[in-house]
């Protein structure tokens, strides 16, 4: 039987094996393993002959089996409060990215806005032996049991108190300051706020900041981040708020839903009442008119818990375990800079 009938039979039969490579290329079975897991260096004309040989005779690395070597699975799982959020489906996006660069896999688990599961989604992701977990909290509560995860844990945008973990979180604080300046320096000082009840870290800081800028007197609504909220607490506005010229609201998500109720009010935004939003997502420049608003670093924030995550793994110390990225402010149409 000729060797061509013989690659054949046995990709038929069975999958290559380790052994199948060092015969093909001619070298012991230990050269395969140590250039195959990059454990070791070898020769470039070794790991060359390896790779063409493993490239020959259709061999792939068994991760299952790799990963009990090595006791990695070069993966991370990523927890965020709800997908149909953009901004956290974003972040999911640029976590893949970093992680797919450096040859790494990312495994997600959605909370559906539920809190106290974080414990839980941690643990499952563990289960598929993940190296690290990235995680964006629903509630300002450290769920019991999250402190028990036996693997580094970075929290992005969000946070909770735990023992021994990162934060990587734009600064909100600095975001909504930025808004409000911005605002006025339009001329306009009668500002309301419409945002989500205080129950997560962010949600939190851009009252305290709307409160501290704006003043403890201006009108406050409060719900949660979805655009369904932002409709009614704009009807509401409508009805009871009259002495407003400028909505300051929580996310994009809200904006977008304060900016549909006034135009079906017959208002015309920015002329009648301008609106700001937080976050940036996709569809804050489809808007009409586009959304001013505050870009958070997606990018960054995603890469810099990655490689926070990275350090960790490795055993190293990290510099700041609370590192705070700087926010941007976007002017579009529903909130214009001045003539």
Known sequence: MNERNTERRMTADRLPTVVDV??????????VSRVLSRARPVTPESAAAVLSAAERVGYRVNPI??????????????????????????????AAASLTQQGWHLLMADLDDRPGREAE???????????????????????????????????????????????????DHEGVRLLVDH?????????????????????????DSFREYAGMGRPVLLGDYSAQWGRRAAEVLLETVGDTDAVVCA??????????????????????????????IVFAELSHPALTTIRQPVAQLASAAVEAAMTLIRGEDLEHRDLVLPPELVVRGSAPGGS
Request: aromatic share 4%; charged share 20%.
């Open 22 to 31: 060092a015969r093909e290329a001619g070298v012991s079975k230990t050269t």
């Open 65 to 94: 089996a790799q990963s009990l070597r090595t006791r990695s699975t070069r993966s991370m799982g990523l927890i965020v409060p709800n997908l149909t959020n953009p901004f956290f489906g974003a972040v999911a996006q640029a």
């Open 121 to 171: 989604q941690a643990e499952w992701l563990r289960s598929y032996r993940v190296d690290a977990v990235l995680m964006i909290p629903v509630s300002l509560q450290a769920p019991d049991g999250l402190s028990r995860v036996t693997c580094p844990l970075v929290q992005i945008d969000r946070w909770v108190p735990v023992p021994d973990s990162v934060i990587v979180r734009t600064d």
């Open 183 to 207: 605002l006025r320096a339009t001329g306009r000082h009668r500002l309301a706020f419409i945002g989500a009840d205080p129950t997560s870290s962010s949600a939190r800081l851009r009252l």
């Open 251 to 280: 996310n994009d998500l809200i904006a977008l839903g304060v900016i549909q109720v006034l135009i079906e009010n017959g208002l015309r935004v920015p002329a009648d009442l301008a609106v700001t939003g937080f976050d940036d």
